[in-house]
């Protein structure tokens, strides 16, 4: 069955970078696309971006623009994300998720991982 | 960026009862994109509705969806303790997704 794997919770410093993975499994890697998807400490679910596996740009929030990569590594099955100039608002609980196969590419979000605690403070 | 905004943020019931909660967006958006999802604490959402008004796999029928243009409703009918959580709409419509606030579902 899918699996999304999410790497361990990650302590920053303001200003540093923060590299979370997501190894997927249990279905072909390149035929969905996965979101990014962050939730500050008691706050609401925030959407980040999304990248197709199979290639292609991905296409981030505005608010994320030009802090944020995502890549794929289809030889491992693995989804990066990265923030970069780090900020005490940063500091959320960052989950992957994948979506459930649309033509269109507009689907909902059916499977999600774990979830990665990013803690950013000095 | 189409904004979603759900009411109220918190709803008190008890079990047995009937929510219903709101999801207005600041533009019509295709009802075909429209999707519900359930969080409890400590778990990652789950998708509840997607397609405004149709349940995703294993989801009981006491959920409903329904709405379109920029006016949803997620009604859940006689509530469970289960049920008691926080509920997020989500537009997927178009190349920026965006989530509403959440209404906090809590037991009276």
């Known amino acids: 069955q899918v699996h999304l794997v999410q790497s361990g919770a990650e302590m920053k410093k303001p200003g540093a970078s923060v590299k979370v993975s997501c190894k997927a499994s249990g279905y072909t890697f390149t035929s969905f696309l996965i979101h990014w998807v962050r939730q500050a400490p008691g706050q609401g679910l925030e959407w980040m971006g999304i990248?197709?596996?199979?290639?292609?740009?991905?296409t981030f929030a505005q608010k994320f623009q030009g802090r944020v990569t995502m890549t794929t590594d289809t030889s491992t099955s693995i989804v990066y994300v990265e923030l970069s100039s780090l900020r005490s608002d940063d500091t959320a609980m960052y989950y992957c998720a994948r979506d459930w196969g649309c033509t269109n590419g507009f689907c909902p979000l059916e499977y999600w991982g774990q979830g990665t605690l990013v803690t950013v403070s000095s | 960026e189409i904004v979603l905004t759900q009411s109220p943020d918190t709803l008190p019931l008890s079990p047995g009862e009937t929510a219903t909660l709101s999801c207005r967006a600041s533009?019509?958006?295709?009802?075909?994109?429209l999707a519900w999802y359930q969080q409890k604490p400590g778990q990652a959402p789950r998708l509840l509705i997607y397609?405004?008004?149709s349940r995703a796999t294993g989801i009981p029928d006491r959920f409903s969806g329904s709405g379109s243009g920029t006016d949803f409703t997620l009604t859940i009918s006689r509530l469970e303790p289960e049920d008691f959580a926080v509920y997020y709409c989500q537009h997927y419509g178009s190349s920026l997704r965006t989530f509403g606030q959440g209404t906090k579902l809590q037991i009276k």
């Open positions: 397609g405004a008004s």
């Open positions: 990248i197709n596996p199979s290639g292609g740009s991905p």
């Open positions: 533009q019509s958006v295709y009802s075909a994109y």
